[in-house]
């Protein structure tokens, strides 16, 4: 295994590793029967929701994710 495919086994390897933790720090998603009811979507909460550290994990998650898929990509590439 040459130098490189090594530390790009690695790098990928910590990005499944921050990809797992990222997902199990995320809260539900869902409001249950009383977010169905009451409408969830007009609430203070819902409009700052791009603030929130669940949103800063999802948008954690997005980024970590494509780098994961690339660095697979590269790897497959190489192999």
């Known amino acids: 295994m040459s130098?490189?495919?090594l530390v790009i086994t690695i790098l990928q390897l910590l990005c499944g590793?921050?990809?797992?933790?990222?997902v199990l720090f995320q809260s539900g998603?869902?409001?249950?029967?009383s977010g169905a009811i009451g409408g969830v979507a007009d609430s203070f909460l819902a409009k700052n929701k791009a603030k929130t550290l669940d949103a800063k994990l999802a948008r954690a998650t997005?980024?970590?994710g494509a780098v994961f898929l690339i660095l697979t990509l590269?790897?497959?590439i190489m192999g």
Do not use: C, M, N, T
């Not at 998603?29 to 029967?33: F, W, Y």
């Open 3 to 5: 130098a490189l495919k």
């Open 29 to 33: 998603k869902s409001a249950g029967l």
């Open 74 to 76: 590269i790897l497959l």
């Open 17 to 22: 590793l921050a990809i797992i933790v990222a």
């Open 62 to 64: 997005k980024w970590v």
